[in-house]
């Protein structure tokens, strides 16, 4: 799948101002699509919609999602809510909502069914995909299907969303409209980087000199053993090479040890050899390595937005832990810090997706973004009463 970026490189007005662009006249309707065939129908309006959307989420991008549909053996999404607005003046059919959910077997007993936002185990946001011209119709038009209880479910969870970004605002005071009943699922912060003056400018302020001084020390003794190269993927580069060095390494650690790593299980070896193929394929993918005599000792990948380039989210790590008294996923990370102030067009900011005590990345990260995630359900007595044991089994 080839899929050209021609998003924007700087926020749009709506994001940095508050401003909302203003929507034609149009006539909006909702559109169920169950199998990751039927999205493929739809994928040049949702590329389109991506490109528009009011906060960026490469997770729910197509090449990522379909991705993540098609090779893990986790669920797949059950279903995906399209919303489509048809201008009225010339019939010109659009996407201007994206919001998929999975359906999850809960507590009690397996009894308790539930839609959430679909996320995997290497999904990090659950943002939908919202044109910002239609942000508060398309809010209430997916507010109106979840009061429904479509296919008898009334508890739905909405996670993993940025408490600051405009798509939650929304969704918080339509709910309070509507008055549907939530329980508060998560409220959690995680790293952020922000682009600012410079990236020497970025270290100073964010390691103090008694560690600066230590990590190149460290960087000094690395260097004694052998060549000392940072590298990062560039095109025309061989993925499948970058690919299988990642899974080797992650498999080294803790990681293959514990049955977490990529290598451990044939969905997510399929998973993520597809993801960065096409993810490279498409410009998304930034990565990196830290070589030590040519042999990796540090890798990482991360996701920049097809759609809005400006926008990076940051996947996975890995080191050798036969090297760990050098900190190589700290001087990894140190360089991509230097090589994020340096892209054309720029990227404004990278999402961690870290979890909020990964002490490594909190201390070269200082800017932090505020995540939450809600469970809701329906005005009505059974509904709530729904929420209730969902909030009681928040697994």
């Not at 926020?11 to 909302?20: F, N, Q």
């Not at 508060?136 to 969870?157: E, T």
């Not at 050798?320 to 994020?340: F, K, T």
Request: proline residues 7%; aromatic residues 10%; hydrophobic residues 40%.
């Amino acid at each position: 799948m080839s899929l050209l970026p021609q998003g924007r490189d700087e926020p749009s007005a709506a994001e940095t101002s508050g401003a909302r662009p203003e929507a034609p006249p149009a006539r909006l309707t909702l559109q169920i699509a169950y199998e990751a065939s039927d999205l493929k129908q739809h994928l040049l309006t949702w590329q389109a919609l991506a490109e528009r959307a009011i906060e960026p989420n490469v997770f729910y991008e197509p090449v990522p999602f379909l991705v993540g549909m098609e090779c893990l053996e986790e669920p797949p999404p059950a279903l995906a809510v399209l919303v489509y607005a048809q201008d009225e003046r010339n019939g010109h059919d659009e996407m201007v909502g994206f919001v998929p959910f999975g359906l999850v077997e809960g507590s009690p007993f397996g009894k308790l069914q539930r839609f959430e936002l679909y996320q995997h185990h290497n999904s990090f946001l659950c943002t939908p995909l919202i044109d910002p011209r239609y942000l508060a119709p398309v809010v209430d038009l997916v507010l109106d299907w979840i009061a429904s209880a479509p296919q008898g479910v009334a508890v739905f969870d909405l996670p993993i969303m940025n408490e600051t970004g405009p798509v939650w605002r929304a969704l918080r005071q339509g709910l309070a409209s509507k008055g549907l009943a939530q329980r508060s699922l998560l409220k959690i912060e995680r790293a952020l980087f922000l682009r600012r003056d410079s990236a020497e400018a970025h270290l100073r302020r964010c390691v103090g000199a008694k560690k600066r001084k230590e990590l190149r020390r460290q960087r000094r003794r690395l260097a004694e053993r052998g060549a000392l190269e940072f590298r990062s993927f560039a095109p025309g580069d061989n993925i499948d090479r970058w690919t299988e060095q990642f899974m080797k390494v992650e498999a080294s650690g803790w990681k293959g040890e514990s049955d977490y790593a990529f290598d451990s299980e044939p969905d997510r070896r399929r998973y993520f050899r597809r993801l960065l193929r096409e993810t490279a394929e498409n410009g998304m993918l930034i990565m990196q390595a830290l070589t030590l005599d040519d042999r990796p000792i540090a890798l990482k990948c991360s996701l920049r937005s097809a759609a809005q380039p400006h926008a990076a989210f940051a996947f996975k790590i890995a080191f050798d832990e036969d090297y760990a008294r050098y900190s190589p996923g700290v001087q990894l990370e140190i360089d991509n810090i230097r090589q994020l102030y340096e892209f054309d067009p720029p990227i404004d900011w990278m999402d961690s997706c870290a979890m909020p005590d990964h002490s490594m990345i909190n201390g070269l990260w200082r800017d932090r973004r505020p995540i939450v995630g809600v469970a809701c359900a329906g005005r009505d007595l059974l509904s709530r009463s729904q929420l209730g044991l969902r909030a009681l089994f928040k697994g």
